[in-house]
């Protein structure tokens, strides 16, 4: 079964989706909710990553809002060469082309833009231990998830509101998590707007 395999969508899955000259799934700019909640920070300073961030266009926007402590994590060297064409100012020290479960270090704040989508279900537990760990104390998450399953045999997976609640329930402290009410048109009334903040185990 495709829960029971973890090695389906390897670095040269992703690193052959990112070949393409147009990858699936990149909208070309932030998204919508993203930017809007982005653009409600206040702390220039706040220790930010963007994991599997792709061409990683939510990581090009906060370092042109100034968040200087901004880090982009992918392991596919064609995306991060793809964002390093569209973002070439962004300094080499804060990319990161490593593999998300491997990858130690602690952050103010997670963004997810369908990095949770592209992970096959049964690694879903391991990225909500994972993301709690990178998180300090009352860091939080924020991003979107779809609110649908999809007929996938490969990426992106959706799943529903209670079965994402009871994954992350014993880990964060839901704070929003609602339709997003301005995403881009293709996915208008398909994307949840989350925020969570991280508890103390």
Not at 60 to 65: A, N, P, R, S
Not at 115 to 127: E, K
Not at 143 to 150: A, M, S, T
Request: charged fraction near 25%; proline fraction near 5%; include cysteine.
């Amino acid at each position: 079964m495709l829960e029971d395999n973890l090695s389906d969508f390897s670095v040269s899955y992703w690193d052959s989706h990112y070949g393409q000259s147009k990858p699936g799934w990149d909208m070309g700019s932030v998204s919508p909710p993203i930017r809007e909640y982005i653009d409600q920070l206040q702390n220039k300073k706040l220790r930010i990553l963007v994991p599997g961030a792709g061409r990683g266009w939510e990581v090009k926007y906060l370092f042109e809002q100034g968040f200087e402590n901004t880090f982009l994590l992918d392991f596919s060297k064609n995306a991060i060469e793809q964002f390093r064409l569209l973002c070439p100012q962004f300094p080499d020290s804060n990319i990161i082309n490593d593999d998300f479960f491997t990858h130690n270090s602690h952050y103010d704040l997670v963004l997810e833009q369908t990095f949770f989508s592209s992970l096959i279900p049964g690694r879903r537990i391991n990225y909500v231990q994972k993301m709690h760990q990178l998180l300090k104390p009352d860091g939080k998450l924020c991003g979107l998830l779809f609110n649908h399953k999809f007929e996938n045999t490969e990426p992106p997976f959706g799943d529903t509101v209670d079965i994402y609640e009871r994954l992350f329930r014993n880990y964060f402290q839901f704070e929003h998590f609602e339709i997003a009410y301005n995403s881009i048109k293709p996915r208008a009334g398909r994307e949840i707007f989350f925020l969570l903040k991280k508890i103390d185990l």
